[in-house]
């Protein structure tokens, strides 16, 4: 690896977070207080030509904003579900999941993924490219610890 560099184009000049890439490696989720007076965090994608193509500006998940924090988000490698922590529900973060039919629709409404959501924090959600596993960090017994869930 090489020194990094700062990616102009995906950073807001605020607190931007990255997420996970998508469609082999042409998208990206990534969640940032960029341009959100209440600092809260909202959720943005981007997307490039080639993996050689600088990202374009980070346009703002509209269907998925909230005024609470979103963060943590992760894509399917199809780009067609994604999965965050979120405290839309007043507790948390907690987990979080939308899905969409194609890549030019819209995310339908976030839903909780009950199964997997404790009173505590579950956050830093990763999905396994089979869509089988799940990882998050999780503080259910005490101290924030790495957890699989899988169907």
């Not at 090489?2 to 995906?10: F, Q, R, S, W």
């Not at 998940?61 to 529900?89: A, C, H, M, Q, Y």
């Amino acid at each position: 690896m090489g020194t990094p560099e700062i990616v102009d184009a995906l950073n807001s000049g605020l607190n931007d977070q990255p997420g996970g890439l998508a469609v082999s490696g042409s998208i990206m989720i990534l969640s940032s207080t960029s341009d959100n007076p209440d600092y809260d965090f909202d959720l943005f994608t981007t997307a490039r030509s080639s993996d050689t193509s600088p990202f374009a500006m980070p346009q703002r998940v509209e269907e998925l904003v909230t005024p609470v924090d979103d963060t943590g988000p992760t894509l399917s490698p199809d780009g067609l579900v994604i999965v965050f922590d979120s405290k839309r529900n007043g507790v948390g973060p907690v987990l979080f999941y939308a899905t969409r039919p194609d890549l030019g629709s819209s995310f339908d409404e976030a839903r909780p993924i009950a199964e997997l959501n404790t009173p505590g924090i579950e956050a830093d959600p990763w999905i396994s490219p089979d869509l089988k596993h799940l990882y998050c960090a999780s503080d259910r017994e005490g101290s924030s610890r790495i957890y699989e869930a899988s169907r």
